[in-house]
C-alpha cells in the first residue's frame, strides 16, 4: 500500500526571513548576480546532462524558442566514444533520458560531430564513422525539433570516402537541405586534395553520388574546408590552401547541379600578402557571406571580405576588422544580426599579459560601424580566452568568456549584453556565470535564449577531493542570465533516496518570487529512445520569505533506474526545471530475484549492483572482459531476505566492455557495463 506523505518545513521565523530577502535584493539590484536563473550559487552551474564521463567535441545549437541541442562524445558506452544528444529547454529541462540518447547505431569508431540546426529546429549532425569503412565515411542524422530521430536508427551516408576524409563541414538552408563538403586526401606517391561536396534533401536523399560531387584536385595541402548554401541550391565552399610556403583561403561558388559558376578555378580571398591563421563565416537572410579570417606571422590580424548574393566579391580587397588596435588577435568568430549587420568577436593580446574579448559591427555592404577599435567587454580580471557571441531579434549582442587573473589563477566564465548601438545592458564588468575555483572550463558557447537573455553552456572538470591528485569529474553544465533584474526562486539541495517501498524527494528553494508551485517528475529508464517524462504530484508554494524545505514520498510502479527532477510553474507555465538526480529502485517482492543494472556505469573506482532476494541464499557474480573471459569471480553467502547490494572495484583492469553474470536460485542474468577511466 502506498504511504504518500507531503510535508513542508519552513526553517526561518518571519522576521528572520524578511532580514534574509531584503539582504538578497540588494545584493541582485547592486551586483547584477540576480540575472542568475537555472543556479544562484555561482560556485557552480547547473549539470546539464547526468553521468557524463569524459566528455569531448561538445557542439550547441539554439532552437527558436530559446532552447538547444547539445551534442558530445564521450567513454561511457565505449572505449573509442560514443556520439551522444540531448534536446534543453530554455528553463533547463531535458527531453531525452537523462545520460542523453546514442546518434547512432552504428557501433564502429566516431570521430568529431558537426552540428547545425535550421530555423524550424531541425538538428542535422554529420560525423566520420569506420564501422564499415577503415579509412571511415560521412553519415548524417536528423532529429526533428519534437526529439523525433527523422532518418532511423543510423542515420544516411553523407559520403563514400575513397580516401581519408581530412576535413568536413556542415550546412542547412531554409528547405531543409544539408550540403556537406569535405576534403580527401589520396594515399599515393603523388598526393592529391580533392575538394568534394554533396546535397541530402530535407527527406533523406542524395542530390550527387555517394562518393561525392568533385568541386576541386590538386596537389597543393588542403584544409579546414566550410560551406554554405546560396539562394538557388547551389553553395559556396571555402577551404585553407597551401601555395608557395602561405596558406591562402580558397572559395568556388557551384550551382544545384555541381557546375563551377563564374569561375572555373577556385578564387583567392584571402589573397598572397600573408599567411592565413584560421577563419570564420556567416551567411544573412538575403544570402550574403561574411568571410573573416586571421593572418601573420608574429602578430596576427584580423581581416574580413562580403561575397554577394550572386557569388562575387564585395570588397575590391579585404579589410582590417579593428585598424585601431595594434596587438595579436585570436579565437575569431562571426554571427549575422537581425539589423542585417555582421558582428565579429575576438581576443586581442596586449601589453602587460592583458587579454581583451572584443567585438566589431559590420554593415552588409563592408563598412566599420563600431570605431577603428571596436567594442571592448571590460570587467575585473585581464585575462579573456574562449570567448562567444550571439544576438536576438532585436539585435541586441550577448557575449560569454573564460577569465582569470593571472596565466596561473582560477578560471571563471562572465557574460555580457549590449544593445544595438554597442551599449552595455548589464553590469558594466559583466554578469558572473561561474565564480568556481579550481575547476578547469573549456568548449564555452552562448546563445540568445528569445527573451532578452542568454544561456551559457561549458564543460567543467571538478577533482573528486581537495588534494588534487583525484580523478578529474568533467560534466556539460549552464547557466542562464535572465533579462530581468530580480530572483525567481531556485531549487537547491535535490535529493531522493529509497525508503522502504517508496522514494523520498526532497528539496530546498532559495525563495518563492514567480513561483506558485513545484511539479515532480520521474522518468523511468527502460530504452535509450524513451523521452517521457511523468508527473508524481505538484506541490503548491507558499511565498514565505528565505529557504523552505519540501518532502514528497511516493511508491513507484514498477522497478528499474528512475530519474528524478522538480520543475517549478507560473501558473500551468514551467519556467526552470531542477538538476537530475537517479535512483536505483527495487520494491519489496514475494519470491521473485530482481537485479539491477550497476551504477554508476561507466565504471572508474567503483560501482554498485543492486538485486533482491525473497530470502537468504548463496549468490554468485562473475565478471568478464570483451573477449568473455573470466577475470573475477564473487561468491556471496551472507545475503539477506530483501534489498542487498556488491561493489565491485576495477582495481587496474584496463579501460573497456565488461560484463557481469549474476546467478542465484534458477535466475542468472547478464548485464553489460563499461569501464573508463
Known amino acids: 500500500m502506498s504511504r504518500n506523505t507531503l510535508s513542508r518545513v519552513n526553517r526561518l521565523n518571519f522576521f528572520a526571513g524578511n ?10 539590484l547592486f551586483t547584477g548576480i540576480g540575472h542568475a536563473q537555472w543556479t544562484i550559487n555561482k560556485e557552480r552551474g547547473k549539470r546539464l546532462v547526468v553521468d557524463t564521463y569524459q566528455p569531448i567535441n561538445i557542439v550547441t545549437g539554439d532552437l527558436r524558442d530559446g532552447g538547444m541541442f547539445v551534442v558530445w562524445m564521450d567513454k561511457k558506452e565505449n572505449p573509442d566514444a560514443t ?3 540531448q534536446q534543453i529547454d530554455v528553463n533547463g529541462g531535458i527531453k531525452f533520458v537523462a545520460d542523453g540518447r546514442r546518434l547512432t547505431d552504428l557501433d564502429g569508431k566516431k570521430e568529431s560531430p558537426v552540428l547545425k540546426v535550421n530555423g524550424k529546429s531541425d538538428a542535422y549532425i554529420l560525423w566520420k564513422d569506420f564501422s564499415y569503412n577503415t579509412i571511415g565515411d560521412l553519415y548524417l542524422q536528423k532529429i526533428a525539433g519534437t526529439g523525433n530521430f527523422e532518418w532511423g536508427d543510423i542515420g544516411r551516408v553523407a559520403g563514400l570516402c575513397k580516401y581519408p576524409a581530412m576535413s568536413y563541414n556542415l550546412s542547412v538552408d531554409a528547405e531543409g537541405n544539408a550540403y556537406i563538403a569535405y576534403i580527401e586526401k589520396a594515399d599515393s ?3 592529391d586534395y580533392t575538394v568534394k561536396i554533396q546535397r541530402i ?3 533523406g536523399d542524395t542530390v550527387f553520388p555517394l562518393a561525392g560531387e568533385q568541386v576541386t584536385m590538386s596537389r597543393n595541402i588542403k584544409s579546414n574546408v566550410q560551406v554554405c548554401p546560396d539562394t538557388a541550391d547551389g553553395a559556396y565552399i571555402f577551404w585553407v590552401e597551401s601555395r608557395i610556403g602561405k596558406n591562402i583561403l580558397m572559395m568556388q561558388h557551384i550551382d544545384k547541379s555541381g557546375n563551377k559558376i563564374y569561375t572555373k578555378k577556385p578564387e583567392e580571398i584571402s589573397g598572397m600578402s600573408s599567411s592565413i591563421v584560421s577563419y570564420s563565416l556567416v551567411q544573412s537572410a538575403a544570402g550574403e557571406v561574411f568571410v573573416t579570417w586571421l593572418s601573420g606571422t608574429k602578430v596576427k590580424d584580423a581581416y574580413y571580405q562580403l561575397i554577394e548574393a550572386n557569388g562575387k566579391k ?3 580587397e579585404p579589410k582590417l576588422i579593428a585598424s585601431g588596435v595594434k596587438a595579436t588577435k585570436s579565437n575569431l568568430t562571426a554571427i549575422s544580426s537581425a539589423d542585417s549587420t555582421f558582428v565579429v568577436g575576438w581576443i586581442a593580446e596586449k601589453a602587460n599579459d592583458k587579454r581583451d574579448f572584443s567585438a566589431q559591427k559590420i554593415s552588409r555592404h563592408g563598412a566599420i560601424i563600431w570605431g577603428d577599435a571596436g567594442k571592448s567587454f571590460s570587467s575585473k580580471l585581464s585575462q579573456k580566452f574562449s570567448g562567444s557571441i550571439s544576438t536576438d531579434k532585436y539585435s541586441n549582442i550577448y557575449a560569454s568568456w573564460i577569465e582569470r587573473k593571472t596565466q596561473l589563477s582560477n578560471e571563471f566564465v562572465y557574460g555580457q549584453k549590449l544593445n544595438a548601438v554597442g ?9 558572473p556565470v561561474l565564480l568556481s575555483k579550481n575547476t578547469e572550463k573549456s568548449y564555452l558557447t552562448s546563445f540568445a535564449d528569445k527573451r532578452q537573455g542568454m544561456v551559457v553552456v561549458f564543460r567543467e572538470g571538478i577533482h573528486n577531493d581537495l588534494s588534487k591528485t583525484s580523478r578529474i569529474d568533467y560534466g556539460i553544465y549552464g547557466q542562464r542570465l535572465y533579462a530581468e533584474i530580480n530572483a525567481v526562486s531556485v531549487i537547491a539541495d535535490l535529493n531522493a533516496t529509497v525508503e522502504g517501498d517508496n522514494i523520498m524527494v526532497a528539496f530546498k528553494t532559495s525563495n518563492e518570487s514567480k513561483t506558485n508551485a513545484y511539479r515532480i517528475e520521474k522518468f523511468l529508464l527502460k530504452s535509450i529512445k524513451d523521452t517521457a517524462w511523468t508527473n508524481v504530484t505538484v506541490i503548491d508554494s507558499k511565498p514565505f520569505p528565505g529557504s523552505n524545505e519540501y518532502r514528497y514520498s511516493f511508491m513507484p510502479d514498477s522497478d528499474g533506474i528512475y530519474y528524478i527532477r522538480v520543475v517549478q510553474l507560473a501558473g500551468n507555465s514551467p519556467i526552470a526545471a531542477s538538476e ?10 514475494g519470491e521473485k530475484i530482481v537485479v539491477l543494472q550497476n551504477i554508476p556505469n561507466p565504471v572508474s573506482d567503483s560501482t554498485v549492483v543492486n538485486y533482491y532476494l525473497p530470502r537468504g541464499m548463496p549468490v554468485r557474480i562473475e565478471f568478464y572482459n570483451s573477449r568473455i573471459e573470466k577475470i573475477n569471480e564473487v561468491n556471496l553467502s551472507d545475503t539477506r531476505q530483501g534489498r542487498n547490494f556488491y561493489v565491485f572495484k576495477p582495481g587496474r583492469l584496463p579501460d573497456g566492455i565488461y560484463f557481469f553474470r549474476f546467478s542465484a536460485g534458477d535466475v542468472l542474468t547478464v548485464k553489460k557495463f563499461v569501464i573508463a577511466r
Not at 532580514?19 to 541582485?28: G, M, R, S, V, W
Not at 537530475?580 to 517482492?589: A, D, H, N, P, T
Request: proline share 2%; charged share 10%; net charge negative.
Open 314 to 316: 564585395m570588397l575590391s
Open 201 to 203: 534533401s530535407g527527406t
Open 19 to 28: 532580514i534574509y530577502a531584503t539582504a538578497c535584493i540588494a545584493l541582485f
Open 83 to 85: 556520439i551522444l544528444v
Open 580 to 589: 537530475i538526480q537517479k535512483v536505483s529502485y527495487i520494491r519489496e517482492y
Open 189 to 191: 606517391d603523388n598526393v
Open 423 to 431: 551599449v552595455p545592458q548589464w553590469d558594466s564588468t559583466g554578469v
